[in-house]
């Protein structure tokens, strides 16, 4: 018989998208094969302090999971370890690790840094390592490198706080209006606002940069956008193509995680052809990022057809009704089934 094997399955962070992690983490430890691999819930306060969590998954799912049953925690970083540390009162416990899943969103989590020290620890990773996460999350350097691949991304400009007004207005009149203002490195659209007119522009910057030391100013792409859900390294495995159709402005964190007044559409309402060339079109994104195990490649499709790169999710939302697990359950790949496939392909031997 196979032995069971200890998955760390990482929640929380001091991020902004906390409390979208929780939920991810209590649908992967629910839904975690336990005849395979037994759940090892390492819980990130939003101050940034680790916990080994004991108790109940749904105490996550409800952000309760720090109230009990949680002991100070840490990675061992010494590779010969390979193991969790955890710090009971009677002395110190050491939990052997087959692999660690990294279930947090945006920075501090999804950035490369909590990879980095994976990797570290020679554990094996299960999803992007650290150079692709790093590089998607970085909206500037993403772009530059799928525009490297061939791939059309929108007209860009970057600033730093230093960075003239004048500059800004000068990328606003030769881009147009309406345009977008984002935090180069942040998720979740948070500091992220459409911008109808020039005089707009210093305050959604200002907004931006309350979640970065960075800005991006884009043209905006006529159309919609789609998404295309990727897994594997070697042999790329993708989804349904998922189609946002919004009434709002844009596809803000309300709309994300509540769907008031947008709808999600997979698959596409989209011709198979058109389908197939955005398929093919996010597994040459996800290559030339060097992404590996899975991630959720989002993409703009204009009226002509014509298909424009936006950003590459590294941990897309995981939740039993997310994005990325429906376009592949649309594929034929249930939730149970992904989670067997990402964790197996990082921890086989």
């Not at 929640?11 to 759940?39: H, M, Q």
């Not at 939990?95 to 094996?124: C, M, S, Y």
């Not at 910057?205 to 998404?227: K, R, S, W």
């Not at 844009?250 to 994300?256: C, L, P, Q, V």
Request: contains cysteine; hydrophobic residues 40%; charged residues 25%.
């Amino acid at each position: 018989m196979e032995k069971v094997r200890n998955i760390a399955i990482f929640f929380g962070g001091c991020s902004p998208e906390y409390s979208v992690s929780l939920d991810s983490a209590y649908s992967v430890i629910s839904g975690i094969n336990r005849e395979k691999y037994k759940p090892v819930p390492v819980g990130i306060s939003r101050q940034g302090d680790w916990f080994y969590f004991k108790g109940d998954a749904e105490k996550i799912r409800e952000d309760k999971w720090m109230q009990k049953d949680c002991v100070p925690a840490c990675l061992s970083l010494s590779r010969s370890n390979r193991c969790l540390y955890i710090f009971e009162k009677n002395g110190v416990e050491r939990i052997p690790l087959a692999g660690a899943f990294p279930v947090l969103h945006g920075k501090n989590g999804e950035d490369g840094t909590l990879q980095g020290a994976i990797e570290l620890a020679g554990i094996p990773l299960i999803g992007c390592g650290v150079l692709a996460s790093s590089l998607c999350m970085d909206k500037d350097r993403a772009h530059k490198l799928a525009a490297a691949a061939g791939i059309p991304v929108p007209k860009s400009f970057v600033a730093g706080r230093e960075t003239p007004k004048d500059a800004l207005y000068t990328f606003g009149e030769s881009a147009g209006y309406p345009l977008f203002v984002k935090p180069v490195r942040a998720g979740s659209s948070f500091g992220v606002t459409k911008v109808s007119c020039r005089e707009r522009l210093p305050a959604a910057v200002g907004q931006a940069f309350a979640y970065d030391d960075h800005v991006i100013l884009e043209e905006n792409i006529e159309g919609f956008e789609v998404g295309c859900a990727v897994m594997g390294t070697d042999s790329l495995t993708t989804g349904q193509v998922d189609e946002i159709e919004l009434s709002g402005d844009f596809f803000d964190f309300e709309e994300k995680y509540t769907l008031k007044t947008s709808a999600i559409y997979v698959p596409a309402r989209i011709a198979p052809g058109k389908a197939h060339e955005i398929r093919e079109t996010a597994k040459r994104i996800y290559k030339a990022l060097g992404c590996s195990g899975f991630a959720r490649v989002d993409m703009f499709l204009t009226p002509q057809g014509k298909i424009y790169f936006n950003e590459v999710n590294t941990i897309p939302g995981f939740t039993q009704h997310s994005r990325f697990p429906g376009m592949m359950k649309a594929a034929g790949i249930s939730f149970e089934e992904i989670l067997d496939r990402i964790i197996g392909e990082a921890v086989r031997e």
